[in-house]
Antibody
Framework: QVQLEQSGAEVKKPGSSVKVSCKAS????????LSWVRQAPGQGLEWVGG????????RYSQNFQGRVTITADESTSTAYMDLSRLRSEDTAVYYC????????????????WGQGTMVTVSS | EFVLTQSPGTLSLSPGEKATLSCRTS???????LAWYQQKPGQAPRLLIF???GRATGIPDRFSGSGSGTDFTLTISRLEPEDFAVYYC????????FGGGTKVEIK
């Protein structure tokens, strides 16, 4: 049974950066896409970006272009999301989610989700 | 640019009743690209339906998806107590997009 285990909660200052990890266990890492989806308190879901390790090139939502970097380490089956120039509006739960890799840059439905990582941005 | 509009925002029903949730896309899309999720407080979303009408593993058959083009529907035939939650539709693709959600609450 594939599971996605995320790193722990973070508290950051405005203007700083945060790096969240997502480790996959129990399955083949490179055959799947890994996306990051965030949810601000009391709000809906928002796709941040994703990567399909077998194709290597990440894709980002236009809302986060220039501030987010998503990488994957196939040797450890771990994906990372690095979000910079943090502001209070970035306070949210960040989920990683798996999708089947069909073609490059296409993210299919998310069948497995991590438990979420709370990122709080506060001075 | 695609927009997903879910309605209603909140649905107040009693256990045993039927729930009908709507998701409209701003442009016609292939059925293959539409999924539905359930989310309960403090939990990650759970996949219910993929490709508009395919039921995910372990999902009870009281959940069904339908629709095509720009109009998609998630139906819960008879609400169980554990079905009261928020439901999101999702457009798969190169820039995935979620609808704003429908909360199904106990009347």
């Amino acid at each position: 049974q594939v599971q996605l285990e995320q790193s722990g909660a973070e508290v950051k200052k405005p203007g700083s950066s945060v790096k969240v990890s997502c480790k996959a266990s129990g399955g083949t890492f490179s055959k799947y896409g890994l996306s990051w989806v965030r949810q601000a308190p009391g709000q809906g879901l928002e796709w941040v970006g994703g990567i399909i390790p077998i194709f290597d090139t990440p894709r980002y939502s236009q809302n986060f272009q220039g501030r987010v970097t998503i990488t994957a380490d196939e040797s450890t089956s771990t994906a990372y999301m690095d979000l910079s120039r943090l502001r209070s509006e970035d306070t949210a739960v960040y989920y990683c989610a798996r999708s089947i890799a069909v073609v490059a840059a296409y993210f299919d439905f998310f069948d497995i989700w991590g438990q979420g990582t709370m990122v709080t941005v506060s001075s | 640019e695609f927009v997903l509009t879910q309605s209603p925002g909140t649905l107040s029903l009693s256990p045993g009743e039927k729930a009908t949730l709507s998701c409209r896309t701003s442009q016609s899309v292939s059925n293959s690209y539409l999924a539905w999720y359930q989310q309960k407080p403090g939990q990650a979303p759970r996949l219910l339906i993929f490709a508009a009408s395919g039921r995910a593993t372990g999902i009870p058959d009281r959940f069904s998806g339908s629709g095509s083009g720009t109009d998609f529907t998630l139906t819960i035939s008879r609400l169980e107590p554990e079905d009261f939650a928020v439901y999101y539709c999702h457009l798969c693709g190169t820039s995935p997009l979620f609808g704003g959600g429908t909360k199904v609450e106990i009347k």
